[in-house]
């Protein structure tokens, strides 16, 4: 009988906590390691696209164009740095929030947002781009993000899954089976804990006495690694780390980014309720882009023409979703239960009869 341990069981707890302080590198003089010139320039232009993508879409919510938006403005470091430390058979599952997450992926800007305008159940074919749908139940990708590895590494596949989790899903069971599960299988999954200081409006020492969450990582018996989550340089080399131990049979690594949300938690949200203005221009003293595009030019790797040519692209993105956008989706009711099931169950063949009967006599009242 094939016995298991949690990884690095041998080498102590010790072993297994965070540094006291996030892994930084574009302020501490610390380069960018073995990062190809090539990755880097990747790195500040999607940040630059990504910073444009979400005032685009903000402004597209306040013109009724998407029902809601999760903006992602101060946090396009992580999920930029993440998601391109990936290799293309890696599998990606995303909460509502990391719509970043997939134009970096190379999903289609509009098809991104289908979701998010009530339209459709998805907007891409999650096979095609080895992307899970945006989940918006708290924590529910991090149960999905384990059994797709789980099932691959039987299968004898070679893929990692990255789970993109809030600071608020660390709160949510489901949160820590997912760890549990994948700590005693060393199953090939990176967490990748987004700790932008609120969920929704509670504080994260609401949520937590923890010294951070990346300490709950020693509970399950895995490696837990804090990082500055708008150093996209970190971000990107912590994960790079944790995907080739995971996929070197090494088990999961849970990664806490610190980082914040410059933006309100949805266009329906109210942020100056619970937080002061003080606090969020100290965290647009550490904005992403900034601090990226600042640490390229010292080093000599940014030119004023990539930075024009980045600028340039980014309003081709925001012109394309604005035009796209335009319109109305042409959408149809019933079509809401298709794909719920491979089998309809009786409540769902009742509920559709039902919406049926109400929409022909809507009809007939015309």
């Known amino acids: ?69 999760p903006s992602t403005t101060g946090q396009e470091a992580c999920q930029a740095g993440a998601v391109l430390a990936l290799e293309e058979r890696d599998w990606i599952f995303p909460t509502y ?47 999905h993000a384990v059994g797709l ?7 004898g596949e070679d893929l990692v899954a990255l789970a993109f989790i809030g600071d608020g899903g660390t709160s949510e069971g489901d949160f820590h089976e997912a760890v549990n599960f994948a700590a005693v299988y060393r199953v090939p999954v990176v967490f990748l804990v987004q700790n932008n200081g609120y969920a929704i409006s509670v504080p994260l020492h609401k949520q937590t006495a923890a010294p ?24 990107h080399q912590a994960v790079r780390a944790a995907a080739d131990r995971a996929r070197a049979g090494g088990g999961p690594t849970l990664i806490e980014a610190v980082t914040y949300r410059l933006d309100a938690h ?29 640490h390229l ?3 000599g790797l940014l030119t004023e023409e990539a930075v024009a040519r980045a600028g340039r692209e980014a309003e081709e993105l925001a012109a394309q979703l604005r035009s796209r956008l335009a319109d109305d989706p042409a959408v149809d009711p019933m079509s809401l239960f298709e794909h719920v099931y491979a089998r309809p169950t009786p ?3 009742e509920q559709r009869a039902a919406l049926a009967a109400e929409l022909a006599d809507v009809e007939e009242a015309r």
Do not use: F
């Open 1 to 69: 009988m094939t016995v298991l341990h949690p990884p690095d069981v041998h080498a102590g707890a010790a072993a297994l906590l965070p540094g006291p302080e996030p892994l930084s590198l574009i302020d501490r003089g610390g380069g960018t390691g073995d990062i190809a010139p090539s990755v880097l320039l990747d790195l500040h232009r999607h940040l630059v696209r990504g910073r444009r993508y979400n005032l685009q879409a903000t402004a597209l919510t306040k013109q009724g164009r998407l029902a809601v938006y």
């Open 97 to 143: 929030r990391d719509t970043l997450a997939l134009l970096v992926r190379g999903l289609d800007p509009v098809e991104v947002l289908t979701l998010l305008r009530g339209d459709w159940h998805s907007g891409y074919d999650p096979r095609e781009h080895r992307v899970a749908p945006l989940c918006t139940p708290l924590a529910t990708q991090a149960p």
């Open 149 to 155: 590895a789980r099932a691959a590494a039987l299968r």
């Open 212 to 235: 951070s969450l990346a300490h709950k990582a020693v509970g399950y018996g895995v490696p837990g690694v804090l990082v500055d989550g708008n150093d996209a340089v970190a971000v």
């Open 266 to 294: 949805t266009n329906a949200d109210d942020a100056t309720r619970y937080r002061e203005a003080a606090e969020v221009e100290h965290w647009q003293g550490r904005d992403p882009v900034d601090r990226l595009e600042a």
């Open 297 to 299: 030019r010292e080093c």
């Open 347 to 349: 409540q769902l063949l």
